[in-house]
C-alpha cells in the first residue's frame, strides 16, 4: 500500500485514494509528427527498473493531477510535486542522486 | 429548485451514532482561483466569513465555507437564500474568471452525532480519523463513494454525498453504526 503526499492539499493520501496516471512528463507528438513518432509518443513507455517518475490523480480528493518519483522496485517515494511542469524539480533530482548516486536519471 | 417540503423521505437511525439527513441546505460551488485577491476579497465580502484554510472550514450564523480544492470552495447557505447569495457573489465577482453553481438539489447533507463518529467514518474511509479536528474538512471517499465531511463538534460530523446516492450512504451508515460495532479504538 502506497502513502503519496498530495502536493496541493498536503494531504498524505492512501493508494485507494488517487489513481496512478502511467508514466509523467511525455512529450506530446500531435498530427504533424512522424509516424514512428506518434507512435512512440502513445504506445511506448519505459517500464523502468528503479526510479521512475509517474503522474498521479487524486480522484476521491482536491481531484489534481501531480506527479511523483518513486522506485519501482523498492517502492520508495522519493517526493511529490505539482504537474504544472516538464520536468522534475532540480531539488528533488540532487536528493534522489543523494540517496542513490548510482541512478543516471534514467538514461 | 425543488420543494422539498412534503415530498421528503425521513433517514434516521440511531445506533451507536444518531445518522440523521438535514434538513435540505442552500449549497454554491464556486470554482476559480482562490489565491486570486479579487475572488478573494469578493467571496470574503459577500459572506463575511474569512477564507478557510487548507481543509477546513469557516462558518457564523448557518453561512459556511469549505475548502474542497485548491481551486474551489463549497458554500452552504439557508436553502432559501441560495439565489440571493449567487446573485450577491457574481455581483461581487464581476470581471473575474469563476463558475458558480447552485448544488442544492445535487447534494445531500448527513449529520452524524455522538461520540463514536470518528470510528464509524474509519469504518470506510481511508481519512485517518484520530487527526480530524473540530472544523477540517476532508474530501475523501466512504466504502465506494465520493463523500465530504466536516468535524462540526467533537461528536458531530456533517458529510455531504451525491444526492442520488443518499440511500446507500444511509444505508451503509446504518450497518457502520449498528449497536455494538465498535472497536473503541479512538477515544
Redo the contacts between chains.
Keep these: 500500500m502506497l502513502v503519496i503526499l498530495c502536493p496541493?492539499?498536503?494531504?498524505?493520501?492512501?493508494e485507494?485514494?488517487l489513481t496512478a496516471g502511467g508514466e509523467a512528463h511525455l512529450e506530446r507528438f500531435g498530427p504533424s509528427s512522424s509516424d514512428s513518432e506518434f507512435e512512440n509518443y502513445l504506445f511506448m513507455r519505459k517500464n523502468e527498473k528503479g526510479i521512475t517518475f509517474e503522474r498521479w490523480h487524486h480522484t476521491?480528493?482536491?481531484?489534481?493531477w501531480f506527479h511523483a518519483a518513486r522506485c519501482s522496485m523498492t517502492m520508495e517515494i522519493f517526493g511529490t510535486y505539482p504537474a504544472q511542469t516538464s520536468k522534475p524539480p532540480k531539488k528533488l533530482i540532487s536528493m534522489i542522486k543523494k540517496k542513490r548516486p548510482e541512478w543516471g536519471e534514467g538514461k | 429548485m425543488s420543494d422539498y417540503n412534503n415530498s421528503i423521505e425521513t433517514f434516521f437511525y440511531k445506533g451507536e451514532i444518531t445518522v440523521e439527513l438535514s434538513k435540505p441546505k442552500g449549497m454554491i460551488t464556486l470554482k476559480g482561483d482562490l489565491e486570486r485577491s479579487n475572488i478573494n476579497a469578493g467571496v470574503i465580502k459577500t459572506l463575511e466569513l474569512p477564507m478557510p484554510k487548507v481543509r477546513t472550514i469557516s462558518r457564523k450564523d448557518g453561512v459556511q465555507i469549505s475548502w474542497m480544492a485548491p481551486d474551489e470552495l463549497l458554500i452552504l447557505v439557508d436553502f432559501k437564500k441560495v439565489e440571493k447569495y449567487i446573485e450577491l457573489l457574481e455581483k461581487n465577482l464581476k470581471g473575474e474568471h469563476y463558475l458558480l453553481a447552485n448544488v442544492s438539489d445535487a447534494r445531500a447533507i448527513f449529520n452524524l452525532k455522538g461520540k463514536g463518529v470518528r470510528e464509524v467514518l474509519s469504518k470506510g474511509t481511508p481519512v485517518n480519523m484520530e487527526t480530524i479536528k473540530i472544523d477540517d474538512a476532508r474530501r475523501s471517499r466512504l466504502g465506494q463513494l465520493p463523500v465530504a465531511f466536516w468535524m462540526v463538534k467533537n461528536t458531530e460530523v456533517e458529510l455531504v454525498c451525491f444526492r442520488s446516492v443518499t440511500e446507500f450512504i444511509f444505508n451503509w451508515l446504518k450497518v457502520a453504526s449498528a449497536p455494538n460495532s465498535l472497536p473503541r479504538y479512538i477515544d
Excluded: I, N, R, S
Excluded at chain 1, 496541493?8 to 492512501?14: I, K, Q, R, S, W
Design positions: 496541493y492539499c498536503g494531504v498524505e493520501a492512501e485507494t485514494e476521491y480528493g482536491c481531484g489534481k
